[in-house]
């Protein structure tokens, strides 16, 4: 749906410079010879006059902004070490996001984000049967899905949604629910450095020589890291520079006290 007039101007104008970033994330991932055409597809999303909601019976908000996308695939050269089985081939990760936020000029004091759905999933092979490892990161959303226990704002999950159980043999694993493991939220560009720097180590360290990278991924920590660190170092000794507005026992249950 085309809303251009109704798209405030510095909305508009901050949408283009998110996806001249992912336009130039994509030329260097390149360079290690990485397929990049979902994160140009998000960089077309941004780039585009479309509203985002976050639930189709939302309100519409023209000062939302983001992508939804799936199946940025990278594949394993070798199968990386103490992975079993043993005998696993043909390794892929795969990789969707979907984030929105609503535009700001001041990422210090605040959650970054509205909405973080973040999978890692990575498929293997022993003879023709599929093996299968799940990694979920959220952002949870205010007064739903309440548990007794401890759920961080953002938060890692082995399984996910990703694992059926229905359809999965597990030998002896033991496969729960708990624990949500707490973790700063993460954008399209620090999830991609994430992943090389934890699954693809080669590359990363590729990458981490490119000076346009080092930049580009250091001006997204400073958007997402800082104000969730900041929050943390509030509860003892609060901040040098403003006050933060994020609940530090939001991010981190455990500081109740």
């Known amino acids: 749906m085309k809303v251009q007039s109704k798209i405030p101007s510095e909305v508009r104008l901050y949408r283009q410079e998110l ?27 941004l780039k585009s006059e479309s509203v985002f909601k976050i639930s189709p019976a939302d309100e519409i908000d023209y000062t939302m902004i983001g992508y939804n996308i799936n199946g940025i695939v990278i594949n394993f050269d070798d199968v990386p070490n103490h992975t079993h089985p043993e005998e696993i081939e043909n390794l892929t990760l795969n990789f ?24 890692i999933v990575v498929t293997g092979f022993v003879n023709d049967e599929e093996y299968i490892t ?19 704002k953002y938060h ?17 694993s033991i496969i729960l629910d708990s624990p949500r493991v707490m973790h700063y939220p993460m954008d399209l560009i620090l999830g991609i450095d994430f992943i090389v720097s934890n699954f693809f180590p080669e590359k990363w360290a590729q990458l981490k020589k490119e000076n346009d990278y080092v930049s580009l991924v250091k001006e ?20 040098l520079n403003g006050n933060s507005n994020w609940s530090d026992i939001e991010i981190c249950p455990q500081l109740y006290k």
Do not use: V
Not at 96 to 119: A, G, M, V
Not at 134 to 152: F, I
């Open 96 to 119: 969707d996001i979907k984030l929105y936020s609503n535009y700001t000029k001041d990422y210090n004091h605040d959650d970054p984000l509205r909405h973080l759905e973040f999978n």
């Open 134 to 152: 799940s990694y979920h990161l959220d952002r949870h959303p205010e007064g739903e899905n309440e548990t007794s226990e401890s759920h961080p």
């Open 220 to 239: 997204y920590k400073d958007r997402m890291l800082r104000p969730f660190f900041a929050s943390i170092t509030n509860h003892w000794t609060g901040l």
């Open 156 to 172: 890692f999950q082995f399984g996910g949604r990703k694992l059926d159980k229905r359809n999965r043999e597990f030998g002896q």
């Open 19 to 45: 996806a001249s970033d992912l336009l130039k994330l994509s030329s260097l991932l390149e360079k290690c010879y990485l397929n990049t055409g979902q994160i140009r597809r998000a960089a077309s999303q």
